[in-house]
Nanobody, 126 residues
Framework: QVQLVESGGGLVQAGGSLRLSCAAS????????MGWFRQAPGKEREFVAA????????AYGDSVRGRFTISRDNGKNTVYLQMNSLKPEDTAVYYC???????????????????WGQGTQVTVSS
């Protein structure tokens, strides 16, 4: 069992930045891909970013590439999402997730992930 707790969400103006954190407990997640997803009202859950076990490989959704950066600190069992140049369309609930399956490339579908956090709200005003 893995518990994931997101934090760092809030209200920011367009062009601003936020840093989300995802703290894992119950199990060391250093051996697994971690991902960030987001979901806005009326829309499907969208892939945002993923990071490999060592942090050496990352992947991003098209809409956030170049603006968001995923990172991890395995010593703290924590994953981060640095969000810069935020846009109103980034407004969503952001979820952290972990997959216990083994992947050599980043899993982009939410169906691959086994445990999820409760989500943290990010609202970007214009």
């Amino acid at each position: 069992q893995v518990q994931l707790v997101e934090s760092g969400g809030g209200l920011v103006q367009a062009g601003g930045s936020l840093r989300l954190s995802c703290a894992a407990s119950g199990r060391t997640v250093s051996n697994y891909y971690m991902g960030w997803f987001r979901q806005a009202p009326g829309k499907e859950r969208e892939f945002v970013a993923a990071i490999s076990q060592s942090g050496g490989s990352t992947a991003y959704g098209d809409s956030v590439r170049g603006r968001f950066t995923i990172s991890r600190d395995n010593g703290k069992n924590t994953v981060y999402l640095q969000m810069n140049s935020l846009k109103p369309e980034d407004t969503a609930v952001y979820y952290c997730a972990v997959t216990l399956r083994r992947f050599t490339t980043a899993p982009r579908s939410n169906s691959w992930y086994d445990y999820w956090g409760q989500g943290t709200q990010v609202t970007v005003s214009s």
